[in-house]
């Protein structure tokens, strides 16, 4: 197929784009799981495995993790059944969206500073006006490359389970580029065509991630954007009908969060309720907060800290700065300024704090989606350069006009490719983090558990303790102060830092799984059970303490009762390997269940279970 030579030169652009960027986040291929929501999303997720009809429908008819993302969750159940638990696949996966995502800001790039070009070209002599072709391709590169390169983007691609940004983005980008094509052939026969294929990635964009759902604001604001303010009602209601379906879909999506949002303490949100701050407060520092690091991306991380109120409004204040900056350029004839920063301000609108809509009060991946208005005006920037060099004729300002931006790239490239392997694991993870914010609470209590993980107890204890000493009412990192001391055999301190937690908060399942946990140390094993079954009440679905129990009761010689209840652990974590052995070490020992044994030892070690890898192996079987 011959393609004309500008659709060649665009699909050259569109290889350069994805292949740097795959290139560039090839580091990610070396990062491990880091604990966290990948905890949640893929390790110890029960809708994604095995990938069948009924998960797929268990994905869509049931919040999961505070929210609602089927779309996501059916991504990384087909991740799971190509890869299995191989972070490299799940890191692939996102890598390869993120090089897409570039290849769509490219073509909306295209089709936006389009009228840049077309605006220039009417007061240009004929000669003059084809430069406008080549800057427009060079423009939009530079867009695509500064929202791929940028290392604000790095949380979102290079932990695995914040995919729902990328995901969503995925969906978003070409819902606008089709809103485009119906834009500009509004009226006629089969406009509706490119209007339905936007409303339904709309809809699919949701199923993602919901945060996309003030996009009939972005539309409303490119409309502004291309046709200006006149048109008299008619237009005015034509286009306020033609959000409906956008508007209606963003609202029930936002119901749906919120309703999946409720119940259940978490950390982030007790921070959260115990700031000084109002949520307009927050809201407002936070749209400065990443305008600022999309400006000048130096100390990124997982969580961060608010600063004290002098440096938090002075910070604030940058938001309302720039909003006064952008009407005045309106009102000097610079109206594209104030679109960009409109859109930017609705894009994060549903992440920007006003509202506890999530789990984390601010995050990087936040900005994944808002940060394109920034990025075009970049390319706008360039490809203007560009034509004003090309129109002198001489090279050296061409030259100087290549230049500048690429520096500021390769600038952003080596710095997003550095903090690639912040995320190599979940200690290096929480390290940084507490370089950048050393008072979160919440930081140091994820340092003790990547810790604990490894078996460095002490230091676990040490990372829990600060936690503690920065918010004393912290009952989570006082229960794991009372885990780390019981994986060290001190029943004594361990049973003492429990009870301090349960005072502090009484229905805390996990503080009653851990002091089941003493009493099995001490043999102790029916008051154990008891323990597991005081925990589960509060909170039927965790995997771990239904294996315990199920622990328990093998030792207290009930196996009928042992082997079901580790197939309820099962069933809410199918990945789950120990309770696969276990239940074939207890079924190994009744002839009539021989099979099904074998059935669990298989399976335990096909998730890499390196006993049940022995005992296969000492058998002369595989698995």
């Known amino acids: 197929m011959n393609l004309p030579p500008a659709r060649q030169k665009v699909l050259l652009a569109a290889i350069l784009v994805a292949a740097s960027t795959f290139v560039l986040y090839a580091g990610s291929l070396k990062n491990d799981f880091i604990g966290w929501d990948d905890d949640f999303y893929v390790l110890s997720n029960p809708y994604i495995t095995p990938l069948s009809a009924t998960t797929v429908a268990g994905m869509f008819s049931h919040f999961y993790f505070k929210s609602w993302t089927p779309l996501t969750l059916l991504s990384h159940a087909v991740d799971y059944s190509l890869w299995g638990l191989d972070p490299r696949g799940h890191h692939l996966t996102n890598m390869v969206i993120h090089s897409l995502n570039g290849v769509w800001m490219l073509l909306l790039s295209l089709v936006l500073l389009k009228g840049y070009r077309r605006g220039a070209d009417a007061g240009l002599p004929a000669d003059e006006a084809p430069l406008w072709e080549t800057a427009l391709l060079v423009g939009s590169v530079g867009s695509a490359l500064m929202f791929a390169w940028h290392p604000l983007r790095v949380e979102a691609v290079a932990c695995a389970s914040s995919r729902k940004d990328l995901l969503s983005t995925f969906l978003a980008l070409p819902s606008i580029l089709l809103y485009l094509g119906y834009a500009g052939r509004r009226g006629t026969p089969l406009s509706w065509r490119p209007y339905a294929g936007s409303v339904a990635l709309f809809a699919l964009a949701l199923l993602a991630k919901g945060s996309v759902m003030t996009m009939a604001g972005l539309l409303l604001l490119i409309d502004l954007a291309t046709g200006g303010f006149g048109g008299g009602w008619r237009r005015w209601r034509k286009l306020i009908l033609e959000k409906t379906p956008f508007v209606i879909l963003g609202l029930a999506s936002g119901a749906v969060a919120y309703v999946a949002s409720e119940g259940g303490g978490n950390m982030a949100q007790i921070l959260r309720s115990r700031s000084e701050y109002s949520s307009m407060e927050l809201g407002v520092y936070n749209c400065s907060f990443y305008l600022i690091k999309t400006i000048w991306p130096e100390r990124l991380a997982e969580l961060y800290t608010y600063p004290l109120r002098g440096d938090f409004l002075l910070f604030a204040a940058v938001a309302p700065v720039v909003t006064i900056l952008c009407a005045v350029l309106w009102w000097k004839g610079s109206r594209s300024w104030l679109y960009a920063w409109g859109a930017y301000i ?278």
Request: with cysteine; net charge neutral.
């Open 346 to 623: 609705v894009a994060l609108l549903p992440m920007a704090g006003f509202v506890a809509s999530s789990i984390q009060v601010i995050a990087n991946r936040y900005a994944y989606l808002a940060a394109a208005p920034f990025c075009m005006m970049f390319g706008a920037g360039a490809m203007c350069a560009w034509r004003a060099a090309r129109g002198t004729g001489r090279s050296w300002v061409i030259a100087a006009a290549a230049i500048a931006p690429l520096i500021l790239l390769v600038a952003l490239a080596v710095t997003t490719a550095l903090h690639v392997g912040d995320w190599r694991d979940a200690e290096t993870v929480w390290r940084h983090t507490i370089e950048v914010s050393p008072g979160h609470a919440l930081a140091h209590n994820e340092m003790g558990l990547a810790l604990l993980e490894k078996r460095d107890f002490p230091g676990a204890i040490a990372s829990f303790a600060r936690a503690v000493a920065i918010y004393p009412q912290f009952s989570e990192a006082m229960c794991n102060i009372g885990a780390a001391y019981v994986s060290e055999g001190d029943t004594t301190d361990a049973e003492r830092v429990l009870r301090q937690a349960l005072a502090l908060s009484p229905g805390d399942y996990a503080t009653y799984t851990n002091l089941g946990n003493v009493r099995m140390v001490q043999r102790r094993f029916a008051e154990a059970a008891a323990f597991y079954e005081k925990s589960l009440s509060f909170n039927p679905s965790a995997s771990v303490t239904t294996y315990d129990l199920g622990y328990a009761r093998m030792l207290m010689g009930d196996q009928g009762a042992a082997v079901d209840i580790l197939r309820r652990a099962i069933r809410l974590n199918p990945n789950y390997r120990d309770a696969y052995f276990l239940m074939g070490e207890i079924l190994s020992t009744q002839k009539e269940h021989g099979e099904e044994a074998l059935r669990a030892y298989r399976r335990a070690a096909r998730l890499g279970h390196e006993q049940a890898q022995k005992v296969l192996a000492g058998r002369g079987l595989d698995w």
